[in-house]
């Protein structure tokens, strides 16, 4: 008896040891990469080539960043501008997929109509499509159909379209199953007090579905931050550079200076959405569970 119940101690251990071991190795995985870009863009360009490869830098410059916020440096003031234009294009996607996306998430929650479920679908469906695929059809219509008659290419409002469109069909999706838990008599309660259906919602349904409105948010603000080919395919100037665009432009053109200042760029760049991802993470891992179970 005590021998089985060591051989079961040891498994536990064995068990554990090897669960541990593969958490570690995620975390390696995951932050890494992360990892290596701050570790180069404090390091200087001499140790960058230096063999063998200094992992830490003994001696750390910030110059790299302090650079990125100098106006007077053209790189700096390619990443000012840059920062400016994500944190519109973002903020501008997130308030127009909230707007237009709980408006129809209210519709396909609350209404009966013919081929409700399959416009429900259809919705998720603009997500799911790969963005590769439609990059071609967008470039088509926007050139050659509306950019003669309203010029859009290469503008932030051209962004804030393609992004609204890519991301609008998650919010519904998501905001839809919020909506679908909340119980039909309060709705029901509201109308019979005099609310109309717009009072209804804004007063009832989307008080009790603050969470999921919030966790939508974020998901909608970190999508549209982090967009990358739609960026590079429909900017062609400053004028519509977003952060991911910046990093890639300062790696590969006149703007380049070195390794380190385009791990410099990638950092900051990526330095929002990782603070707010592990600031609601929670609110994100709630919201996106209730949401998808309910819709």
Not at 184 to 192: F, I, R, W
Not at 231 to 243: E, Q, V
Not at 258 to 284: D, H, K, N, T
Request: aromatic fraction near 14%.
């Amino acid at each position: 008896m005590t021998h089985n119940r060591q051989i079961r101690n040891y498994r536990k251990i064995l068990s554990r040891i090897g669960l541990y071991s593969l958490v570690l190795l995620l975390l390696a995985w995951t932050l890494g990469p992360f990892a290596w870009l701050f570790i180069t863009s404090i390091s200087t360009p001499a140790k960058l080539n230096q063999i063998p490869i200094q992992w830490l830098p003994q001696a750390p410059t910030f110059e790299h960043y302090r650079a990125m916020f100098d106006p007077s440096n053209p790189t700096g003031e390619l990443f000012l501008a840059a920062l400016r234009n994500s944190i519109t294009v973002a903020g501008s996607t997130t308030l127009l997929c909230l707007l237009f996306g709980v408006l129809a998430a209210y519709a396909l929650a609350s209404f009966r109509f013919p081929a409700k479920q399959g416009l429900t679908l259809m919705m998720l469906a603009t997500r799911l499509l790969p963005t590769i695929a439609l990059v071609i059809p967008f470039y088509v219509i926007i050139v050659n159909y509306i950019d003669p008659i309203f010029p859009l290419f290469d503008t932030k409002r051209n962004l804030i379209a393609l992004y609204t469109s890519f991301i609008i069909g998650l919010v519904v999706w998501i905001m839809r199953g919020y909506f679908a838990t909340i119980p039909k008599e309060l709705e029901e309660a509201a109308l019979m007090d005099g609310c109309t259906r717009l009072q209804a919602l804004f007063y009832v349904i989307l008080p009790l579905s603050l969470p999921g409105l919030v966790t939508t948010a974020l998901l909608a603000f970190l999508l549209a931050w982090d967009e990358f080919l739609l960026a590079m395919i429909f900017s062609r100037t400053a004028n519509a550079f977003t952060l991911p665009y910046f990093v890639f432009v300062v790696g590969s053109s006149q703007y380049y200076q070195s390794p380190a200042a385009v791990a410099a760029g990638g950092v900051l760049a990526a330095l929002p959405p990782v603070i707010l991802a592990f600031v609601f993470q929670r609110q994100l891992v709630r919201g996106l569970t209730a949401g998808a179970i309910s819709g």
